[in-house]
């Protein structure tokens, strides 16, 4: 073999051993939310980090439930939020799980008797994203937290938890968009009442998202 040839043999062999090694390099293990060979879209298992979102749509429908005694429907009403998220919660095999804190906010107006009911809530959440191996990925999970409650008669705080899923769209490396359901359950006491009486809000919520991974 001459030289020359040596020479041009070593180099096919360090550029066959780069290129072997660019996916690698460009994904790494997937977790810094790179490059992983399919469109160049993230697969949330494959980022790890912090995320922030915005969320905007719709309280739909429910119902206070006063004292056990009796209930009131609740229309549809305007929805809005926030949340701030970290992927890839426990690393490795866990990286389908993600942690959530969640603020949101519905105002929605009692049917048939007029007034309106102000809910906040607070909650931590646990996602579970199963990963279909393209950037449409579906979700489930649940959560608990803190509600609060304005009737324009009272204002209270209490319990709440929620379930829910829906779907994120992997945009790019960076951008996210969401469609997202949550039923959400609130317990109140109202304390300014003889007896302490009950309250309970329930309701169904659809909303969209548009969310940012660090």
């Known amino acids: ?55 905007l749509g719709g309280a739909l429908g429910g119902e206070v439930d006063f004292d056990n005694t009796f209930e009131v429907d609740l229309q549809s009403g305007m929805l809005f939020g926030a949340t701030l998220g970290y992927d890839n919660l426990f690393g490795g095999s866990g990286g389908d799980v993600r942690a959530e804190a969640e603020f949101s906010h519905r105002s929605q107006d009692f049917d048939g008797i007029g007034g309106d009911v102000d ?9 579970y994203d199963f990963d279909m191996n393209g950037p449409l990925v579906p979700y489930a999970g649940a959560g608990l937290g803190i509600g609060f409650i304005d009737d324009n008669v009272d204002e209270e705080s209490g319990f709440a938890w929620q379930f829910g899923g829906g779907f994120n769209y992997h945009m790019s490396r960076h951008f996210m968009l969401g469609l997202n359901y949550r039923y959400l359950m609130a317990d ?19 909303s969209a998202s548009l969310g940012y991974k660090f």
């Open 1 to 55: 073999m001459s030289m020359r040839t040596g020479t041009l043999a070593v180099s096919a062999m360090a550029l066959l051993t780069a290129a072997g090694t660019l996916p690698a390099t460009a994904g790494g293990d997937g977790r810094d939310g790179g490059y992983d060979g399919y469109g160049g879209y993230d697969r949330p298992s494959r980022h790890e980090g912090p995320y922030i979102s915005g969320i």
């Open 188 to 206: 109140f006491e109202v304390n300014d009442v003889p007896g302490d009486p009950e309250v309970d809000y329930s309701g169904h919520q659809l």
């Open 119 to 127: 809910l906040s809530a607070l909650m931590g959440n646990i996602w």
